[in-house]
């Protein structure tokens, strides 16, 4: 097994109790894939210029969770697989994991497009992170297996693509210095929005449920938000985000408090 000399941090995994690894060895993952019923496919890399896992491992080596990508010319990347070990659900580990890759693959490897293959009832949750009904496949990946099935539906990340209002979208925390900061870097925020009316879900750290209850004016968003930590204890306030768009049309969300500012800032990914 070759180690991918990359960094990729996430204290919202770190707090959890794992630590991140990267490997390109199927055999590191194998037993978390079998145990969730996922295999990889014969023919599955062929074409690959490169096939990495992010790997959220126990104290003692094993393997919590696992997204594992590869990446193929012209700018693109296929997610062949998401699993989480039935012992870590519920946590948000998932998902963590998850925007720690899309961001890297954006970011870092300067993908355009990152295409999945999921089954059709998981097709809404993948639709919160941007993703879309590909209809059309690069030539490149038309045969891959990761696509074959009955039931499977292809779907794309396309990024440079404007989107409109935060309904069904999601946003992982990259920026936190606000007076008691409880909530750590790589949490995950699920937006939804109904006309000028904005409500989120998040946790993280020692945040067990966040709700957050806000209204739209123009580019910015006046919030209330109210949480409870793992250990019982009640939290809530208010604030002011004000939202910006990047050149690649996904949205910041930027909070700046005081003279001598504390600030958060959530990124789409």
Excluded at 51 to 74: D, E, F, I
Excluded at 217 to 227: D, I, K, P, S
Excluded at 239 to 245: A, D, L, M, N
């Amino acid at each position: 097994m070759t180690m991918k000399a990359m960094q990729i941090e996430n204290a919202n995994i770190a707090s959890l109790g794992y630590r991140l690894e990267t490997a390109d060895d199927v055999d590191r993952v194998r037993p978390l894939l079998d145990a969730c019923g996922l295999q990889v496919r014969e023919g599955q890399f062929d074409d690959a210029d490169e096939q990495t896992y992010l790997v959220a491992a126990t104290p003692a080596g094993g393997v919590a969770a696992a997204v594992g990508w590869a990446l193929y010319n012209g700018g693109a990347s296929v997610i062949h697989s998401l699993s989480v070990a039935p012992s870590s659900r519920g946590g948000g580990l998932g998902a963590s994991l998850l925007a720690s890759t899309m961001l890297h693959l954006r970011e870092e490897q300067g993908v355009e497009n990152i295409y999945i293959g999921v089954h059709r009832r998981l097709a809404s949750y993948f639709s919160r992170l941007g993703f879309v009904g590909a209809e059309e496949l690069p030539e490149s990946l038309v045969d891959h297996p990761i696509f074959e099935g009955e039931f499977t539906q292809a779907m794309a990340r396309r990024y440079g693509v404007e989107r409109h209002g935060l309904d069904q979208s999601a946003f992982c925390l990259i920026h936190n210095t606000t007076d008691d900061a409880t909530l750590p870097v790589g949490s995950v925020f699920w937006f939804r929005q109904s006309s000028a009316v904005l409500e989120a879900q998040y946790r993280g750290g020692r945040v067990g449920r966040g709700q957050l209850l806000g209204a739209m004016e123009g580019g910015t968003l006046r919030f209330l938000w109210q949480a409870c930590t793992t250990k019982g204890e009640l939290m809530r306030g208010d604030g002011e985000i004000h939202i910006s768009t990047l050149d690649d049309g996904r949205r910041e969300l930027r909070e700046t408090l005081g003279e001598d500012p504390g600030e958060l800032l959530l990124r789409e990914f």
